[in-house]
């Protein structure tokens, strides 16, 4: 849902709040100054407000509830029931330490709440290197995309799905990860670390994984995505593989005329084609099996572990991503982050 949809100014009209309460699937909207929180309105103060005699042209200044509940990030489902059952309010703002609204829980979403047992694996110990100045003293991960780093974007959007278990793969500027996530309390997510002494790869940080018993997510740290993993684990179970690969597809227009020649004469010309190709998005779902064939502490990248796997005669699977995807890789990808968050 879109918090931005559901603000509302003090002085905005009563007719303004009633086309904002219920577009985005809760029943109030926020009432907000510079950021701030400072109440809700929802149908029954408007109600109300008709049967006293108000207009719809009227403010909601004096109408709108100024002490409404909030609640924290990390206030636990059994607590949101409590509350609820007590007020008979069922959606609920999210304050962070600066009075800021970032998230609405909704009792109806959360009794739908899925909540799944495979353990996510993100890689997040690169350089970032081209990203220049920006990653000198930050690593990417932990670049913000709009107030919030990138790494806490993606734990929150897989909390969001019903994914609660977390291992980060950390080397550059470790502990600025670690100090901010700690071990996930704050998120109501659980977090482990695997600490690389050195560059190990993609797959070969994979050779530190422990316990793991169930089909597990493996991404990269700098991608944001509305990918469905449900889906995709599900997809990834019935093919019966060893690995599933999620594949997009990635145009590439070349700038000249090409020409098809057969005996020297030129039998057809084609001005700047566009060629289609299927590359890897960044993401993986792997069986434990897996983890047999990456030795440990030694360098490995995940198009080499395929190929191992490959000359296995093991089944991988492919998954092909319709969803929105981007790879923070370069400072226009940066930015069109920022955008896209933005809209």
């Known amino acids: 849902m879109s918090i931005e949809k559901l603000k509302l100014a003090k002085n905005a009209s009563i007719q303004e709040a009633l086309k904002i309460i219920g577009s985005e699937r809760v029943r109030i909207a926020l009432v907000v100054e510079n950021d701030k929180f400072l ?5 029954s103060n408007i109600r ?9 042209e009227d403010s909601i200044e004096t109408i709108y509830t100024k002490n409404s509940l909030t609640i924290k990030e990390n206030t636990s489902k059994e607590e949101l029931l409590k509350l609820a059952s007590q007020t008979d309010i069922y959606d609920f703002p999210v304050l962070n330490s600066e009075n800021e609204v970032i998230a609405i829980k909704s009792i109806a979403s959360i009794l739908k709440e899925k909540s799944f047992e495979n353990e996510v694996v993100l890689m997040v110990g690169g350089l970032g290197s081209r990203l220049g100045e920006l990653t000198k003293n930050t690593p990417k991960p932990m670049l913000k995309i709009g107030k919030k780093p990138i790494l806490e974007n993606i734990v929150l959007n897989f909390k969001e799905q019903g994914f609660k278990k977390f291992i980060f793969c950390v080397n550059y500027k470790k502990e600025v990860i670690c100090d901010y996530f700690q071990e996930g309390k704050s998120w109501g997510v659980e977090i482990s670390y695997i600490k690389e002494k050195q560059k190990l790869g993609t797959a070969g940080a994979l050779s530190l994984v422990k316990n793991m018993k169930k089909s597990f997510i493996v991404m990269n740290g700098d991608i944001l995505t509305k990918l469905d993993f449900d889906q995709l684990i599900q997809e990834h179970k019935k093919s019966k593989a060893v690995m599933s690969v999620v594949l997009r ?3 590439h227009q070349i700038p000249y005329g090409v020409v098809k020649i057969s005996n020297n004469d030129i039998k057809d010309i084609e001005e700047k084609p566009m060629q289609k190709f299927l590359v890897s998005a960044g993401i993986y779902v792997l069986e434990p099996e897996v983890l047999k ?7 490995l990248d995940m198009p080499n572990l395929i190929k191992r796997l490959l000359d296995k005669k093991l089944k991988i699977n492919s998954y092909i991503l319709q969803d929105y995807w981007i790879d923070i890789g370069r400072l226009e990808e940066y930015e069109k982050a920022i955008i896209d968050a933005n809209n």
């Open 249 to 251: 597809e990635f145009e």
């Open 48 to 56: 109300r407000a008709l049967l006293n005699g108000k207009k719809l």
């Open 293 to 299: 064939y990456i030795k440990k502490d030694v360098y």
């Open 39 to 43: 109440g809700v309105i929802s149908d």
